[in-house]
């Protein structure tokens, strides 16, 4: 079972509901460590499609230097905060009026799109092949439609039209990486840009720091990722990093009471209120969530030191929140905290499907 901080178990046993609990002392000290450990010469943004809630953004937005946004309703929303970051806009098909908006940078995805900007700052997103290694998705230098194959962005870079001033580079190419080979990728994104001879002022080099859902104590390695990414920027060039999930996953809590416990076949299952469309992120990526059984029950059917499997109350076989867990109880009444789940979770479930009412969200403070 995965550990739960104190305010958070507090909190998740005087659930009622399904509900959302960010914990955002401990995001803040997260992301102030990840900021300590870049040091002063990379520039952190965040991606903001990893989780939109507000408090989670505001706490966020508080140690980043800007934020990435990936349509126009992610720019008006992250307005809502009202901070002087930079905006960067990224993200495939931005339509003629998201390419009128008013931001500090584009990431441009291809040339035609490159070519509709007008007085704008531009980073050209290029889709280079990465080595080959371990990691979990391997997007860069496979057909995509994301970014421009190195010869078109070649290309971009001199056709930009009057006033358009592109000044970088931007890849995300990889995702689930430990800090060597984010730093690999990052030093073989810095290498072609000076090698392909395009504007670097920037650099973007993406996000996709892992996050080990089956391991939730092993972190990316943000103190090493720092080290290594020191003196990889030519002098003239600022290297930037864009990171969502490692950031935000950490910090958010799906808490749910267990609403029946049987045996089918021979396997146990614990029931829960709500389900995948309040957390898609286990049916998304094929895991078992991590979670902790917070006992309250105090009637009703239960089960001890056996493999438990954690459904919703979607009528679909599809709705599995955590796979034969072996739990030392659990029993109806109970509450089922699920850890891991700020990022790419609420905002990623298909909340409408089967009606049920949607998650409460509280944060801690
Ligand atoms: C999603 C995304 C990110 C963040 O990726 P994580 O895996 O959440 O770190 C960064 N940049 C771009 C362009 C993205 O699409």
């Known amino acids: ?33 990840i900021r300590t450990a870049l040091g002063p010469h990379v520039e952190f943004f965040h991606a903001v499609k990893a989780n939109p809630d507000l408090g989670v953004l505001r706490t966020i937005a508080s140690h980043v230097d800007g934020l990435e946004v990936a349509s126009a309703g992610e720019l008006a929303h992250v307005r809502k905060l009202g901070t002087d970051l930079l905006i960067a806009f ?15 940078l584009f990431h441009v995805e291809s040339r ?56 970088g580079v931007h890849a995300h190419l990889v995702s689930g990486v430990d800090a060597e080979q984010a730093a690999a990728v990052a030093g073989e994104v810095v290498r072609w840009s000076v090698d392909a001879g395009l504007p670097r002022e920037v650099v973007n080099v993406g996000g996709g720091m892992a996050v ?19 003196g990889l920027a030519p002098p003239g060039t600022v290297l930037r990093i864009e990171p969502g999930r490692a950031v935000s996953a950490y910090h958010g809590w799906y808490a749910t009471r267990v609403l029946d416990v049987k045996r089918s ?12 469309h309040h957390l898609r992120t ?24 056996a493999p438990v499997t954690f459904v919703g109350q979607l009528c679909t076989p599809k709705d599995v929140l955590a796979r034969d867990v072996v739990v030392p109880r659990v029993r109806v009444g109970d509450v089922v905290a699920f850890g891991m789940a ?24």
């Open 1 to 33: 079972m995965i550990a739960v901080p104190d305010a958070v178990a507090e909190a998740a046993l005087g659930v009622d509901g399904p509900t959302y609990l960010y914990d955002l002392p401990g995001l803040d000290d997260h992301v102030r460590a």
């Open 90 to 104: 990224g993200g495939p098909g931005k339509t003629d009026a998201e390419l009128k908006s008013t931001v500090d």
């Open 112 to 167: 035609y799109e490159l070519a509709r900007l007008t007085g704008a700052t531009a980073l050209l997103r290029v889709n280079l092949p990465v080595p080959e290694g371990p990691a979990v998705l391997r997007m860069g230098g496979l057909p995509s439609p994301f970014g421009m194959d190195p010869e078109d962005a070649r290309k971009a870079a001199v056709e930009a039209p009057p006033g358009v001033r592109v000044i």
């Open 212 to 230: 080990d859902y089956l391991r939730p104590d092993e972190r990316f390695d943000w103190a090493r990722y720092g080290r290594l990414l020191r």
């Open 265 to 276: 076949a021979g396997s146990w299952f614990a029931i829960c209120a709500g389900g995948t």
């Open 282 to 305: 286990p049916a998304a990526k094929g895991h078992s969530q991590p979670l902790a059984v917070l006992p309250r029950g105090s009637s009703g059917p239960s089960v001890d030191d």
């Open 342 to 365: 700020g990022a790419y979770a609420y905002n990623i479930s298909h909340t409408e499907f089967l009606m049920h009412p949607k998650p409460a969200v509280v944060h801690l403070i």
